[in-house]
């Protein structure tokens, strides 16, 4: 038996639920700044909520990854996307305030081009020291879902899918102080969001190396990507 085949029913369905609600819950945190002051710096021209939530979507991916292959680590990532667009939607057609079409737009095209980048880049790195593949594809991908999805979601270029779907501009493309930190340099307001989402998103992806790490020494990972 290879270790494909042992990536069973179980294994899929409870990283698909942990994958599905990560990307739910970061949709939904992701139209909340954090509404706090600290040392002079105003958060919510700084960072969302769902900036400590997303990072956990890549230690689902990598540790799929790692244990599996990367065949299976690609299947989660399309399932997970699939239900995590399909239930919001339908939470959206019953109340418009949980989410909007733009935000999940940005979000499915941000996730399935992020993660499934993560997928590549952790399975070309796998063999080197146990924290380079999760550390560098999770910094990656973090880069790119950042900035596809705060473009798609928040800067005025994409305002047209609002009107597609009959809804209020939800762009925030007005200047602020670069990470609210004052002075005479601002920039879109989406920007300094991005840039801070993208800072927090990079610490809590060092903070995630702690829990790989333990889950690691408990599963027995795949020794060669291609076998999967």
Do not use: C
């Not at 942990?18 to 958060?43: D, K, R, T």
């Amino acid at each position: 038996m290879t270790d494909t085949r042992s990536f069973s029913a179980g294994h899929h369905a409870i990283a698909i639920f942990a994958m599905a609600l990560v990307v739910a819950a970061s949709n939904y945190l992701v139209q909340f700044p954090v509404e706090h002051v600290v040392g002079g710096i105003n958060l919510a021209d700084t960072l969302t909520w769902g900036a400590f939530t997303y990072p956990i979507a890549f230690l689902v991916t990598d540790l799929t990854n790692r244990r599996f292959g990367p065949a299976a680590a690609r299947k989660v990532v399309i399932s997970g996307f699939a239900l995590a667009i399909v239930v919001p939607m339908i939470f959206w057609t019953l109340d418009e305030a949980f989410t909007t079409p733009r935000i999940l737009i940005a979000s499915g095209t941000a996730f399935l081009v992020a993660q499934l980048l993560d997928v590549t880049i952790f399975d070309k790195l796998r063999r080197m020291t146990w924290w380079k593949a999760p550390m560098a594809s999770s910094l990656i991908g973090s880069v790119i879902d950042t900035l596809l999805f705060f473009g798609i979601a928040f800067s005025a270029s994409f305002a047209f899918v609002d009107a597609l779907f009959g809804s209020e501009d939800g762009s925030l493309a007005f200047p602020v102080p670069f990470l609210g930190i004052g002075g005479e340099t601002e920039v879109l307001l989406w920007i300094s969001l991005a840039v801070g989402d993208l800072m927090v998103k990079v610490l809590v992806a060092l903070a995630l190396l702690a829990p790989y790490r333990i889950v690691l020494n408990i599963f027995r990972p795949v020794p060669d990507g291609s076998v999967a």
